[in-house]
């Protein structure tokens, strides 16, 4: 026999043996099936995604459908394998139950049927034997779809019950998992949310503690400097600066140097929050000393950050010196980034030279696209106008406002332009004492922009208008339960 006729009938008997196999072994049977199914709904999801035209209602329905029917033929064909005869396929049964059910759980919670994906989980965790980073996931998982639904004690039990299982939060391989990593530091921020202080203040105790064991080293580097960074954020959040500035130390390389941005930050919290100045200058020359090659790019942001710290300190010619330089040999950042030409106005404002700064003030607003320092600014001439008797002057202004503001929102739908703008126009609102309507618009950012610093800084004012100007308590405490639902994602909920 020729060698390629002995390699093709070597092929179509192993082929042959593969076949028997499978149809003399049940275990080995009912895995392929689930295998089967399990690609086939697998193919239909990756469709949905790739092809626009199936991203709608019906063809999400398909899929589906296609993840509910193998997730409830795992569930009756893994009770027909036997864990001790067959200990490799009962696993391989195992996981692709749990995969197939964490993808039904998701398509569940991506059409916002929480209580759905909840009963998903829960049968999940009930029938199968799971491994100790799925079990985990899964109770993270069924934490969020109860947090959605606003099962809010079950979700809080669930988090918790997934941090326990999972401690420290690494994988077979010592990394990160970070679907479970991110629960402590979830749930003081959805206790910040909820205005529970007590429970805030325990959380954070509790988070404090879980990041601060990883920090120590124990289980390895990298585990060490997420959890120092966690611990960054966290102080910093509850206005713990010099907690936050301490962890911000430990981001360091392996040969010992400060982290850039570590540093950066570091900077920034000794010049705003705790007007350490001096040490703020000296950090940020370092930086600039240390830049090189397209690094260089970070000279203007170091050389405006560093004229605000001047400004502090009354140094005024010496802050507008370093803006003249930014301008000078930066022209590009300058023309569009308004924050220099704010300080160079401030800095006469705060000289003292009013008819300069209001030259500097106004030709912000003549020449900058709209951000929050155009904003802003039309809203602070026009007090001063009404401050120096000019009525007329100040009614302009709020009337261009009010008009800047409304076209910003169209130019900018859906982006973080129109949250900044809903917001000014609110705070216009609220000068008109106008409340209700500018209760509602704040509402309307937090409910189109969740999770993100605009919604959440939209919701605690117009809770604030509700409660003092409204005299409305419960719709109040309704707006924040409801905001909270929405902060499921372990990513975006910075308080």
Same mark, same amino acid.
Not at 235 to 242: F, I, K, L, M, V
Not at 438 to 449: G, H, K, N, P
């Given at each position: 026999m020729k060698p390629l006729s002995r390699m093709l009938s070597g092929t179509v008997l192993l082929a042959g043996l593969t076949v028997l196999s499978c149809a003399d072994n049940h275990a080995v049977r009912i895995r392929y099936q689930a295998e089967k199914l399990f690609f086939e709904a697998d193919r239909l999801m990756q469709n949905a995604r790739i092809r626009p035209e199936l991203n709608d209602p019906r063809a999400l329905a398909t899929v589906r459908n296609a993840y509910d029917e193998l997730v409830r033929f795992c569930m009756t064909a893994i009770d027909s394998v036997s864990p001790s005869a067959n200990p490799i396929e009962y696993r391989e049964m195992a996981s692709l139950t749990h995969r197939s059910s964490i993808r039904l759980c998701q398509l569940y919670f991506a059409t916002h049927r929480y209580d759905s994906c909840a009963e998903v989980i829960a049968r999940l965790v009930a029938k199968v034997p799971l491994e100790t980073q799925e079990a985990a996931g899964a109770q993270v998982l069924m934490g969020q779809a109860l947090q959605a639904s606003g099962t809010l004690d079950s979700a809080f039990?669930?988090?918790?019950?997934?941090?326990?299982?999972?401690?420290?939060?690494?994988?077979?391989?010592?990394?990160?998992?970070?679907?479970?990593?991110?629960?402590?530091?979830?749930?003081?921020?959805?206790?910040?949310? &909820?205005?529970? $202080?007590?429970?805030?203040?325990?959380?954070?105790?509790?988070?404090?503690?879980?990041?601060? +064991? @990883? /920090?120590?080293?124990k289980y390895?580097?990298?585990?060490? &400097?997420?959890? $120092?960074?966690?611990?960054?954020?966290?102080?910093?959040?509850?206005?713990?600066?010099?907690? +936050? @500035? /301490?962890?911000?130390?430990?981001?360091?390389?392996?040969?010992?140097?400060?982290?850039?941005?570590?540093?950066?930050?570091?900077?920034d919290l000794r010049a705003a929050e705790l007007g350490d100045f001096d040490m703020a200058i000296r950090y940020y020359d370092e930086l600039l000393a240390d830049l090189k090659g397209?690094?260089?790019?970070?000279?203007?942001?170091?050389?405006?950050?560093?004229?605000?710290?001047?400004?502090?300190?009354?140094?005024?010619?010496?802050?507008?010196?370093?803006?003249?330089?930014?301008?000078?040999?930066?022209?590009?950042?300058?023309?569009?980034?308004?924050?220099?030409?704010?300080?160079?106005?401030?800095?006469?404002?705060?000289?003292?030279?009013?008819?300069?700064?209001?030259?500097?003030?106004?030709?912000?607003?003549?020449?900058?696209?709209?951000?929050?320092q155009t904003f802003s600014t039309l809203l602070y001439l026009a007090d001063q106008y009404t401050k120096m008797g000019r009525t007329i002057e100040s009614d302009k202004l709020l009337e261009q406002a009010r008009q800047t503001y409304d076209q910003a929102a169209v130019q900018g739908a859906g982006t973080p332009l129109e949250a900044l703008a809903l917001m000014y126009k609110s705070e216009l609102l609220r000068r008109q004492q106008q409340w209700r309507p500018?209760?509602?618009?704040?509402?309307?950012?937090?409910?189109?922009?969740p999770g993100t610093e605009f919604g959440r800084n939209a919701l605690i004012t117009a809770v604030n208008v509700y409660r003092q100007k409204l005299n409305d308590p419960a719709t109040a405490d309704s707006l924040v339960r409801a905001y909270v639902t929405k902060m499921t994602r372990l990513d975006e909920d910075r308080i």
């Open positions: 039990a669930c988090y918790r019950r997934g941090v326990d299982l999972l401690n420290p939060p690494l994988d077979g391989k010592g990394e990160i998992v970070f679907n479970v990593f991110n629960v402590p530091a979830h749930l003081v921020s959805l206790y910040a949310q &909820l205005g529970d $202080s007590l429970k805030a203040d325990e959380a954070f105790a509790q988070a404090s503690g879980y990041y601060g +064991a @990883i /920090a120590s080293g390895g580097a990298r585990p060490a &400097l997420a959890s $120092s960074a966690m611990l960054a954020r966290l102080n910093t959040d509850r206005g713990n600066w010099n907690a +936050a @500035i /301490a962890a911000l130390e430990k981001l360091v390389d392996s040969s010992g140097v400060l982290n850039r941005d570590a540093k950066l930050r570091i900077a397209r690094d260089t790019m970070m000279k203007p942001v170091l050389f405006f950050k560093k004229s605000l710290v001047l400004l502090e300190m009354k140094q005024y010619e010496t802050a507008r010196q370093l803006l003249v330089q930014i301008q000078t040999y930066y022209p590009g950042y300058f023309a569009t980034d308004p924050l220099p030409q704010y300080t160079k106005a401030r800095s006469f404002e705060s000289e003292g030279n009013w008819n300069r700064a209001e030259t500097e003030y106004k030709y912000l607003i003549d020449n900058y696209p709209p951000s929050e500018s209760a509602e618009a704040l509402v309307a950012v937090s409910d189109r922009f």
